[in-house]
Structures are given as C-alpha cells and as structure tokens.
C-alpha cells in the first residue's frame, strides 16, 4: 500500500484548512485542523518504519519534520505565515515529484 501518497493526499486536507481558518476566518475550524494533523503524523511515522524504498522514507522523514515544525510554528496564526505555508508546500511536492521521477527505477510494462 502507499502509505506515502495517503499521507501527501491528507496532507493537502490539512493545508486547505488551515487557510480556510486564516483566509476565510473560521476558527472554528482549528479543531479539525488540529485532529488531522495527528492523524497525518500518525499515518507518517506509521508509514516511516514500514516502507523499503528510501525514496519514499525521504518523503515521509519531511512530512513528519514538517508536521512538527509547522505545528511548533502553529501558534503565530498570521497570514504571512499561512502563505509561506503554502508555497513552502507547494515547493516541498514538487521537490518530491521530481526526486520520484529522477530516482525511481524504470519498469518494463511490457
């Protein structure tokens, strides 16, 4: 299972809410942010001791140090900082994306 790519899918969750709470101002929402994001970190370390392939150990290691950074950085609660958030993100999957492509073995499909 790719217990990885679950992980990057609820981690794009925790990041819409997290600007719907700052952009929209809905703090009612923090709770919710607070619980997926222990979930996403559940799922991460789980994920971190049972996959082979370092590649994707790479990839879950970042979400588990982003997680906690992030959440540590959490408190400041500004704008500013939920849009360097997101390009932090954005520039994170990407980085991934193209580390997946480059160091990933080719499969013969035939």
């Known amino acids: 299972m790719n ?3 679950a992980g990057a899918g609820i981690a794009i969750l925790q990041t819409l809410i ?3 709470i700052v952009f929209y101002n809905y703090p009612s929402l923090l ?4 619980l997926v994001a222990i979930v996403l970190l ?3 370390s789980y994920g971190y001791f049972k996959v082979k ?3 994707e150990k790479r990839i879950l290691a970042g ?3 982003l997680i906690v950074i992030t959440g540590a950085l959490g408190y400041l609660y500004t704008g500013v900082f939920s849009c ?4 932090r993100y954005i520039i994170v ?18």
């Open 3 to 5: 217990i990885w790519l």
């Open 18 to 20: 997290g600007n719907i």
């Open 31 to 34: 709770l919710l942010h607070v």
């Open 42 to 44: 559940a799922i991460t």
């Open 53 to 55: 392939l370092p590649v």
């Open 63 to 65: 979400n588990i140090g």
């Open 84 to 87: 360097s958030h997101l390009i």
């Open 93 to 110: 999957k990407l980085y991934q994306i193209i580390s997946n492509i480059l160091y990933c073995p080719q499969v013969d499909l035939v």
